[in-house]
């Protein structure tokens, strides 16, 4: 049976928009124009809504939103919706464009976070109000969207909450169960070096991987409040106790050897880090749940055997954080424009209350290979391939006190560049947590 790979736009893109939305923030209305590929008609068209999805390619994704769309076509006569699918490699710069110009379409892909609030706060971005249909969407699927109580999107697509993924016959041979602790996180470490296995895979050639430690880590110590203050550049809030300690035990971590050698320079895409976790090199990595999918596409047998284990990260002693708490991308979202007309707005609502929040796009989320974020959905998962995966997802979803949005998201490009790139160094034990904190509290106070 093939199987779809889950989300694979948020893996291919996660660390490519940030180069390109900082780029195209430089840009000027002297520079406007349609964006690339996109008919000038469907830009100024007043009598249809307008929608911009973005892709990589022909997907069942693309596929169910085009029989989304001729749905609502049919069940609302006389109401026309212009759907166009835009590269991930050109959609940010295109989307910029767009809204700098005053041709945003109707209806837009988003990420949420930080991008979303820049256009909120130039007042491009429509508020939904609190219409009841809004319900219908699991509560912490709607947090990246929400800005000062205000709705400014729905999701589109499924979640992606990170995990540790590990493997379960590495863990057996060494008389291993997956540690709740972070003591036993580290324990576990002291153990498997011994037995000459890499304890943690991780591809931090590519930034983000390490970013979900700092995440969870806060998380766990301080709870998700310290999170909210730095995605809201509150002043020096990088300057917190709770930070350095998350710092400190990354740093124990690598000075614990738990990261094979290279670790600094192996990337995710083309599967490095997924072959040392299923080959039995590494025992297990921390990543979001598309890895699933990763693994199955290049080792279906570990995966059907029942081999790859899923985890929530640890507590750490002395933390208020809840082990329910989640970080990852929460889902990916679709906004409207504040310049819509009213008839555009119209249909827009109803598109998003008719179909997104339906049972059958719910159900054809799942053929695809994703987890929805509606509620009602837990028993779409039954008789589908990874249907113990996703259901174990989805309840995570459903009952987590806090899911955080994934920071280089969340937060301005700028603040999210310099994270990234300082991370990496405290990572290589090339910088210390004071000085990581110093400059992030700089880039804050340069960009506010």
């Not at 790979?5 to 840009?27: C, E, F, G, N």
Request: charged fraction near 15%; proline fraction near 5%.
């Amino acid at each position: 049976m093939a199987v779809i790979p889950k989300r694979s736009i948020w893996r291919d893109a996660r660390h490519h928009w940030l180069a390109v939305t900082a780029a195209a923030a430089t840009m000027t209305l002297a520079a406007c124009g349609s964006a690339v590929g996109i008919d000038d008609a469907t830009l100024t068209s007043s009598t249809a809504a307008t929608m911009w999805l973005v892709t990589t390619g022909p997907s069942p994704a693309n596929t169910i939103v085009q029989n989304l769309v001729s749905s609502f076509e049919k069940s609302h006569p006389g109401d026309t919706i212009n759907l166009d699918f835009i590269e991930n490699q050109s959609y940010k710069p295109d989307i910029q464009l767009a809204i700098n110009s005053g041709a945003a379409p109707t209806i837009f892909w988003t990420w949420g976070g930080g991008t979303l609030q820049q256009y909120i706060r130039a007042g491009e971005v429509y508020p939904l109000g609190h219409p009841s249909w809004l319900s219908d969407f699991l509560p912490s699927s709607l947090d990246a969207v929400t800005y000062k109580g205000q709705v400014y999107g729905v999701p589109v697509e499924g979640t992606q909450p990170v995990y540790f993924f590990y493997n379960k016959q590495v863990f057996a041979r060494d008389h291993l169960t997956f540690p709740t602790t972070w003591n036993g996180l580290l324990s576990t470490v002291a153990t498997l070096k011994e037995d000459g296995t890499i304890p943690i895979s991780l591809a931090e050639g590519d930034q983000w991987p390490g970013l979900m430690y700092l995440e969870y880590l806060t998380d766990r110590i301080g709870g998700p409040g310290i999170a909210g203050a730095l995605q809201s550049n509150s002043p020096r809030a990088w300057a917190n106790l709770v930070v350095t300690k998350a710092l400190d035990d990354i740093q124990d971590l690598v000075k614990a050897g738990a990261f094979q050698n290279g670790y600094e320079s192996l990337h995710y895409s083309g599967g490095g880090s997924d072959a040392l976790l299923d080959s039995g090199k590494a025992a297990m990595q921390l990543m979001g749940d598309w890895d699933i999918s990763s693994i199955l596409g290049s080792d279906a047998s570990f995966v059907n055997s029942g081999n790859l284990g899923m985890a929530p990260f640890p507590t750490v002693p002395g933390g208020i954080g809840k082990t329910a708490d989640l970080a990852g991308n929460t889902a990916s979202y679709v906004s409207i424009a504040s310049n819509a007309s009213a008839a555009q707005k119209k249909i827009a609502e109803e598109f998003f209350a008719d179909e997104l929040t339906s049972q059958a796009y719910a159900k054809a989320e799942v053929s695809a290979g994703e987890v929805p974020v509606t509620t009602g959905a837990s028993s779409l998962f039954a008789g589908q391939s990874l249907a113990s995966y996703d259901t174990t997802i989805y309840n995570s979803v459903r009952s987590a006190p806090s899911f955080q949005y994934s920071w280089d998201q969340a937060m301005t490009p700028a603040v999210a560049n310099t994270m990234l790139t300082d991370l990496s160094e405290v990572f290589e034990l090339a910088q210390t947590p004071a000085k990581f904190e110093s400059l992030l509290n700089a880039e804050v106070a340069a960009t506010s």
